[in-house]
């Protein structure tokens, strides 16, 4: 079962930016391996349900959720199992534990979650 480590969050004024981290475990998924997975952010904001904020597949192609399009860019390096969340003109409402993983059928992930990484926007 692979490990997933998220960083990077922090505290930021509105408009501010925050990139964030993923790294996969290699003692569990290869780098060959991870290559071929399509991964995604997550969030979860308090009181509310966690959901998928962007993904990236094998390919490089991306998709986003509508709140977050033209401000978050998800991006992947590889050789190093890791995944990234620029996040730019970030907003209040963007305040959350961001996760990310690896998405399945429907809603569903096949990884255990990670502790995630707190992003609060405030000023």
């Known amino acids: 079962q692979a490990q997933l480590v998220e960083s990077g969050g922090g505290l930021v004024q509105p408009g501010g930016s925050l990139r964030l981290s993923c790294a996969v475990s290699?003692?569990?998924?290869?780098?060959?391996?991870?290559?071929?997975?399509?991964m995604a952010w997550y969030r979860q904001a308090p009181g509310k349900q966690r959901e998928l904020v962007a993904s990236?597949?094998?390919?490089?192609?991306?998709k986003y959720g509508d709140s977050v399009k033209g401000r978050f860019t998800i991006s992947r390096d590889n050789a190093k199992n890791t995944v990234y969340l620029q996040m730019d003109s970030l907003k209040p409402e963007d305040t959350a534990v961001y996760y990310c993983?690896?998405?399945?059928?429907?809603?569903?992930?096949?990884?255990?979650w990670g502790q995630g990484t707190q992003v609060t926007v405030s000023s």
């Open positions: 993983n690896r998405p399945g059928p429907g809603t569903s992930t096949y990884f255990y």
């Open positions: 290699r003692s569990a998924v290869s780098r060959t391996i991870f290559s071929g997975y399509t």
């Open positions: 990236i597949t094998t390919g490089g192609s991306t």
